[in-house]
């Protein structure tokens, strides 16, 4: 895959606070990239220094080959952005925002204009005035102020925030039209994990400034073990099994008996094992993890890790 987006050992250092600790990462054409972490963890900040509305104390970011830091014009060139939430000018219509934008670009004719207006969906109200559009519409209309000039990359900072499902869905749907149908890379920050996970290829978790993984989305939530349940009797004497024969494998209570993970292949001998024990088996269910449980697990681990 082509790589158009590259950050090479970010740092941020705001105050004598490192604010973004020595990242790299890279996004490439056709993907969308989700980036992740807990509130103030840095990736707003990230996001400002790859639109050029931060300057960055130490490393580089690269745009279509062009550095941030020294080919600003041409870096930006390629990039279309919502970060934090769409500005518009709420007593004109859509149509005249779209208008207004275009004139700061080259090349930006009325077709292409009606044509992203019907991408987003909003050919039946742009010549309505923006104060009377949804939450959703002003997102759709600041997509379609993104889209305007054709970039490579679309960077949407929380672009489901304050939308219903309904909202949601449409962005979902769009973010994953353009990845696929334009070849475009985006890159989505958002904390709505079951959102991203449903929308994006890869992940970068960030925390405390740091990127702590990058990973494929369904490598990253489903990885080689798999969590099984096990309605089981006696629950305390088949847990006590369990963590006798499988030292180095997670198994906790749950609700229903025993939740342990392990690869597919071992439950067999699992089931003979316990049932040699006399252990009463009512039944085995394989339980699916979620962006979330992953994410929390891996940071709650660096956590522990770093006040370690």
Do not use: W
């Not at 997509?143 to 489901?160: R, S």
């Not at 024969?245 to 008996?257: F, H, L």
């Not at 699992?270 to 891996?298: C, H, Y």
């Amino acid at each position: 895959m082509e790589t158009i987006v590259e950050l090479k050992n970010v740092t941020k250092v705001i105050k004598g606070r490192k604010i973004i600790d020595n990242i790299s990462f890279q996004v490439n054409k056709g993907e969308v990239f989700g980036f992740l972490g807990p509130n103030g963890a840095g990736k707003t900040t990230t996001i400002r220094m790859i639109v050029g509305l931060m300057g960055i104390t130490s490393g580089d970011i690269t745009v279509g080959g062009a550095s941030i830091k020294t080919q600003f014009e041409d870096a930006v060139g390629h990039v279309g952005a919502i970060v934090e939430n769409p500005e518009m000018y709420k007593f004109l219509s859509g149509y005249q925002n779209l208008v207004h934008y275009a004139r700061m670009a080259k090349g930006i004719s009325k077709e292409k204009i009606a044509e992203t207006v019907e991408l987003v969906g909003l050919t039946e109200r742009i010549n309505d005035k923006v104060k009377t559009y949804s939450l959703g519409m002003r997102q759709r209309l600041g997509l379609a102020q993104c889209l305007l000039h054709d970039p490579d990359v679309l960077i949407l900072d929380e672009p489901t925030n304050g939308l219903d499902p309904a909202g949601i869905r449409e962005i979902r749907d769009y973010v994953r039209l353009l990845a696929r149908e334009k070849n475009m890379a985006v890159i989505v920050s958002s904390h709505l994990l079951s959102e991203m996970e449903m929308m994006c290829d890869r992940i970068g978790i960030i925390q405390n400034g740091r990127l702590i993984d990058v990973q494929l989305v369904q490598e990253f939530v489903h990885g080689t073990e798999v969590t099984y349940e096990l309605e089981v009797v006696p629950s305390d004497k088949a847990l006590a099994i369990i963590e006798a024969s499988y030292p180095e494998v997670r198994a906790n209570r749950s609700r229903n008996g025993i939740s342990v993970e392990l690869p597919k292949e071992e439950i067999p001998n699992l089931i003979k094992m316990l049932v040699n024990e006399d252990i009463q088996i009512f039944g085995i269910k394989e339980t699916a993890k979620t962006l979330e449980d992953r994410f929390l697990e891996v940071t709650s681990e660096k956590e522990a890790v770093t006040r370690g």
